[in-house]
């Protein structure tokens, strides 16, 4: 991720560069501490480098869990 948004900023050093990352949200707080430890180290580096805006966009973890099964029973059916 880091080097295609290097190849961004070289392209159009003066444009702003906008990454979206989901935010887990499970049921129980332990988990979130647990789940959420590789977007915190993304988003920490991330939000130390110039003209990079990071959203944080909360994604239920249960659905996003339902969600992936569905398109992957979806998948299969295709095939």
């Not at 900023?9 to 959420?36: G, I, K, S």
């Amino acid at each position: 991720m880091f080097r295609y948004i290097d190849q961004i900023e070289r392209r159009h050093p003066d444009a702003m560069v906008t990454v979206v990352m989901p935010d887990y949200v499970e049921a129980h707080v332990f988990d979130n501490l647990l789940h959420n430890q590789s977007t915190l180290a993304l988003t920490t580096r991330l939000r130390e480098r110039p003209n990079t805006v990071v959203v944080m966009v909360p994604l239920l973890a249960e659905r996003a869990r339902r969600l992936h099964e569905s398109e992957a029973a979806h998948t299969a059916s295709l095939e």
